[in-house]
């Protein structure tokens, strides 16, 4: 390798290892899309094939933590079992969860677009007890017919707060999700939390142009230029607080709390009954 490779490769290391001190877990394209915004790579093919390298390669030296790179699309499915009783009896008081909706003025789901980012949703959303479903792109009638069953079976003004591309076909799924909803009777809102297009500026987000071989891209363009900026660009600390705050904007936190101040009590009682401290 030579001198000026070997530099560079060096710089792109030091990058993707800066950028996951910063925040983790992350996916790669995640780390990509931060190397990117740091001027560390560019925004095409092999900025990427650099950034995937050099995340490989701050693991393999032990510069990162391998689990500070997820990717869940990939989850293995895996058979969960116990060595007896007594373990799954001290898991099972572990599981315990109270039902915080009752007592909330309204229903929330978080729908994201993309399965590599779910985890990180599921980690802001796991302290609400807030549904976290993944789109997988367009969402499927049945997924949705679920989603507005859950809605109307909670008997309250309902919210799907949602988070995809800032693309033609992005800004259609949100749309099309509200709609989809409406045809089942469900009336809740759908707010999109991300990408917005302030962010592009605000956050120095690289875009790429609209692909004009999708079919939406003529309306995109009319409403909102011709810059598209994926979901993953987004800073990692920037996605979760405003996640966050979305949520904490819309529930009742004295209830919310008087719930966990509840369930606390009733998971100490659980393992007392099954003989657990």
């Given amino acids: 390798m030579s001198g000026r490779k070997q530099q560079k490769t060096k710089t792109w290391e030091a990058a993707a290892e800066a950028i996951l001190q910063q925040g983790h877990p992350m996916t790669v394209r995640q780390v990509y899309y931060q ?13 990427y094939n650099h950034a995937k390298n ?9 510069r990162v933590p391998w689990e500070w790179i997820e990717d869940p699309s ?20 572990l599981a315990y969860r109270k039902d915080i909706w009752p007592t909330q003025p309204v229903y929330i789901e978080v729908w994201v677009e993309k399965e590599a980012l779910a985890g990180i949703f599921e980690s802001v959303c796991r302290p609400y007890g807030v549904t976290v479903n993944v789109g997988h792109g367009f969402n499927s009638w049945t997924a949705v017919q679920n989603a507005a069953l859950r809605f109307n079976a909670a008997s309250k003004p309902g919210t799907v707060l949602y988070f995809g591309d800032h693309d033609a076909s992005g800004k259609s799924i949100s749309a099309s ?48 230029g011709d810059a598209t900026v994926e979901l993953d660009a987004l800073p990692v600390d920037v ?39």
Avoid at 75 to 89: D, H, N, Q, Y
Avoid at 241 to 265: F, N, T, Y
Wanted: glycine letters at 6%.
């Fill in 177 to 224: 999700l509200e709609k989809i909803l409406r045809w089942f009777d469900c009336h809740a809102q759908v707010v999109v939390g991300g990408i917005l297009k302030a962010d592009i500026r605000r956050y120095h987000l690289q875009p790429d142009l609209t692909k004009m071989s999708d079919t939406r891209a003529e309306s995109f363009i009319a409403k909102h």
């Fill in 54 to 62: 050099a995340i490989l390669s701050v693991r393999k030296q032990a």
């Fill in 74 to 93: 990939r989850r293995p499915r895996t058979v969960i079992a116990w060595s007896g009783l007594k373990e799954f009896m001290a898991d099972a008081a």
């Fill in 239 to 277: 996605l979760k607080a405003r996640l966050q705050h979305m949520i904490e904007s819309r529930l009742d936190i004295p209830a919310l709390g008087k719930v966990k101040r509840q369930e606390k009590l009733e998971s100490k009682r659980l393992r007392q009954m099954l003989g657990n401290k």
């Fill in 35 to 47: 190397m990117v915004v740091s001027g560390a790579v560019p925004n095409s093919k092999t900025g």
